[in-house]
Structure formats: C-alpha cells, structure tokens
C-alpha cells in the first residue's frame, strides 16, 4: 500500500519556500490540479542544459523522485519535448523551472533512480 500524497499546491508553495530560503530561483510554469496534480521539475543547469525530475513512487509505495532526463543533463530541446509529452499524457500536471547550476533542488530529497 502506499502512502498518502500531499495536496500538489501545498507541495509546491513547501517546494518555493524551501528554495527561496536558499536563494534558488524557482517559477511555476504551469498549473495543475491543486489535490491532485503530478510535479514535474525543469532544473536549467547553465549552457542550455537541463534536468528533468518527475514524481514516482518505489517499489515500496512511497512518493520520491525519478531523473527522468537520464544521467546527463540534456539540451532546452529535448527539455521540453519531454515536457510537453508529459503535459498531453497528464493535464494535471505541473512545472516547476528551477534555475540551479550544480542542480541542487533542495525539495528533491527522495531519489529513486537519478
């Protein structure tokens, strides 16, 4: 069984708060449903790359991350080719652009594969 997941518009005001205090630039680019929406996470890490982190859950039920742009950081392109797919899978879905070279996005706390 899983475990409870927080409301997606309680998540992402925690999600801007946590990265204010740390002086990290973050926006919501797009607005998904507010109980029930999946976060995506566009991570610009300088040079026209970036990182994508999407919502998954392990193989144990709980809520974590998934670097859903492979090991390396990929180019604006494919960026956001893979998030307009997610947008047309997922129209609850929302993004969140995070400007972070050294890609530190301090609300990802619970990898499950980078």
């Known amino acids: 069984m899983s475990e409870p997941k ?3 518009k309680l998540f992402v005001h925690a999600a801007i708060r946590r990265c204010s205090a740390q002086a990290i630039p973050v926006v919501v680019a797009r607005r998904g449903d507010e109980d029930a929406g999946t976060i995506l996470v566009r991570v610009y890490r ?5 990182d994508i982190w999407s919502q998954a859950r392990d193989a144990k039920g709980a809520l974590g991350w998934l670097k859903a742009s492979g090991a390396e950081p990929v180019p604006e392109d494919r ?5 307009a797919r997610a947008r047309d899978v997922d129209w609850d879905l929302w993004v969140l652009d995070v400007d ?3 890609g530190t996005v301090p609300f990802i706390d619970h990898v499950i594969a980078a």
């Open 100 to 102: 972070s070279l050294d």
């Open 79 to 83: 960026a956001e080719s893979y998030v």
């Open 46 to 50: 300088g040079g026209g790359l970036y």
């Open 6 to 8: 927080l409301k997606a």
